[in-house]
């Protein structure tokens, strides 16, 4: 019912900057709040930054001043930049929405994931 779509991810030096997108479409009345959340190998998936309807965004402390996150609500999609990459920031990173229905449904989405690796 509603698909959420990854884009951006790659490969980067160290220092360098990369900037994922990620665009819902489907049964959607609204967007709540968006996030990006990442998942290295071995490790649990955690969040690197949220943004919610009327509100600051948050982002987890290890990406401060770094990671920037914004939302274009005309086109239900969600940017992360990120600068100043470092080989620890390497994961694969997911998009979540969590999405009112037309059904007025609460629900929350993933994206597929897109593979972020910082190395030289």
């Known amino acids: 019912q509603v698909r959420l779509v990854e884009s951006g991810g790659g490969l980067v030096q160290p220092g360098g900057s990369l900037r994922l997108s990620c665009t819902a479409s489907?049964?959607?009345?609204?967007?709540?709040?968006m996030a990006w959340y990442r998942q290295a190998p071995g490790k649990q998936r955690e969040l690197v930054a949220g943004i919610n309807s009327g509100s600051s965004p948050n982002y987890a402390d290890s990406v401060k001043g770094r990671f920037t996150i914004s939302r274009d609500n005309a086109e239900n999609t969600v940017y992360l930049q990120m600068n100043s990459l470092k080989p620890e920031d390497t994961a694969v990173y997911y998009c979540?929405?969590?999405?009112?229905?037309?059904?007025?449904?609460?629900?929350?989405?993933w994206g597929q994931g897109t593979q972020v690796t910082v190395s030289s």
């Open positions: 489907g049964s959607i009345f609204s967007i709540n709040a």
């Open positions: 979540q929405a969590v999405i009112t229905m037309t059904t007025r449904q609460l629900r929350v989405y």
